[in-house]
């Protein structure tokens, strides 16, 4: 298979055909931050914290192609800064209690935000009405904490291929729809997976919240992204 040479942030990097920027810079041992992202599911382009610069031009490194010759800016300071930025603003748009959630440690939104340093955020709080819903089977969803990311959307079905989540409405009516008898038939398996996908604590599988405690979780021992050129991505 022929191969790509791209650089990022100068690093020399070699890629494949049909990589995406994050997928050639991943196998290169490269962190590129990124939230709706999820190994093994199609890129859904739509939380914007991969933003990369190539020639001066800002694109997700998560769905763009990794070209010959490209020279991919990452850890700019700029670009970390858009990148605590829209961190922020999904604080801000959500209620997120951190202390209280069952995912936290285990959160990539709340890893980001450790990453970032983040205090105060620069927007105001919107303290939007949401609802906790269950779905009559094992999960909950947890509107409060949904970043709609599209993770649940793009990989929880059902054993004949039914989609259990479908994006809602437009703009701030925007939500992600759950089909709750779809839902109410999901595997203990399935569910468990369903959780653990979701980046943040939206989708919970009821019962396990704290069976690890707080404080032995991921990201407790790990910040985000240092496990990268270590494993496998
Ligand atoms: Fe690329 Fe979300 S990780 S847009």
Redesign the pocket.
Known sequence: MSKIKFTVDGKACIGTPGQTIMEAALANGVYIP????YEGLK?A??????TVRVGGRPM????QPVSEGMAVENMSQELEDMRKALVEMLFVEGNHMCPTCEKSGNCELQALAYRYQMLVPRFPYQFPARSVEPTGGRLLFEYNRCIQCLRCVRSVKTKDGKAVFGPLGRSEKKKIGMDKELASKLSDKDAREAMDRCPVGALLKKEVGFVIPIGKRKFDKTPIGSDVGKTAS
């Not at 990124?34 to 992202?37: E, F, G, I, K, V």
């Not at 997700?60 to 769905?63: F, G, V």
């Open positions: 990124a939230l709706c992202r890129p382009g739509s939380c914007r914290i991969c997700a490194a998560c769905t």
